[in-house]
């Protein structure tokens, strides 16, 4: 079993920058694909980012460039740097793991972010 606790939302103008955390629990972090979502009003869950056990990392055509996602296994602790936030990157953010890529099987409870124009 793992629980995922997500931090580090807010509000910021556009073109700001913020950076989301996710404590994980469990002694099995590092073998886990960590990964970011986001879904804003109205909006279906959409994939963000995602990071693999051995540090490969996967984005979004629509963060690519702008966001980046890394993990410390040490502390248990996925992190989404995002810069040159739009309006458009307003949602609520969620953490997630799982043993690959495509399947995620714990989900934190989300994180919001807004983004002024």
């Known amino acids: 079993q793992v629980q995922l606790v997500e931090s580090g939302g807010g509000l910021v103008q556009a073109g700001g920058s913020l950076r989301l955390s996710c404590a994980a629990s469990?002694?099995?972090?590092?073998?886990?694909?960590m990964g970011w979502f986001r879904q804003g009003a109205g909006k279906e869950r959409e994939f963000v980012a995602a990071?693999?056990?051995?540090?490969?990392?996967y984005y979004a055509d629509s963060v690519k460039g702008r966001f980046t996602i890394s993990r410390d296994n040490a502390k248990n602790t996925v992190y989404l740097q995002m810069n040159s936030l739009k309006p458009e990157d307003t949602a609520v953010y969620y953490c997630?793991?799982?043993?690959?890529?495509?399947?995620?099987?714990?989900w934190g409870q989300g994180t919001q972010v807004t983004v002024s124009s």
């Open positions: 997630a793991a799982g043993p690959i890529r495509h399947q995620y099987d714990y």
């Open positions: 469990g002694r099995t972090f590092s073998s886990y694909t």
């Open positions: 990071i693999g056990w051995s540090g490969g990392t």
